[in-house]
């Protein structure tokens, strides 16, 4: 098993840095409310990077699985700034 592969480029997580290996991967799931790891999003991707770090499935695997939970989990920051709606005088 080999947590310490990489990622042939790196994933961007949001409000950090990304992710180079399976590892780094892992440690921000892990870093994650219980209530958003319990997502089947992200309970596929955690199974996609277990596969990788077994060789039992492919790292692009693993990548989609973290891309796919990150653009889906409406809990994740962003980088995005919000404004206020103007106020409005009826």
């Known amino acids: 098993m080999s947590w ?3 990622f042939g480029q790196p994933v961007p997580l949001p409000g950090g840095r990304p992710a180079i290996t399976l590892r780094d991967a ?10 958003e790891r319990d997502t089947a999003e992200w309970r596929l991707a955690v199974q996609m990077l277990i596969d990788a770090a077994e060789d039992r499935g492919p790292m692009l695997f693993a990548r989609m699985g973290i891309e796919r939970a990150v653009e889906r989990t409406p809990s994740v920051p962003t980088n995005r700034k919000t404004h206020p709606r103007p106020h409005r005088v009826p």
């Open 4 to 6: 310490d592969r990489p």
């Open 26 to 35: 892992g440690d921000y799931i892990r870093k994650l409310p219980q209530s």
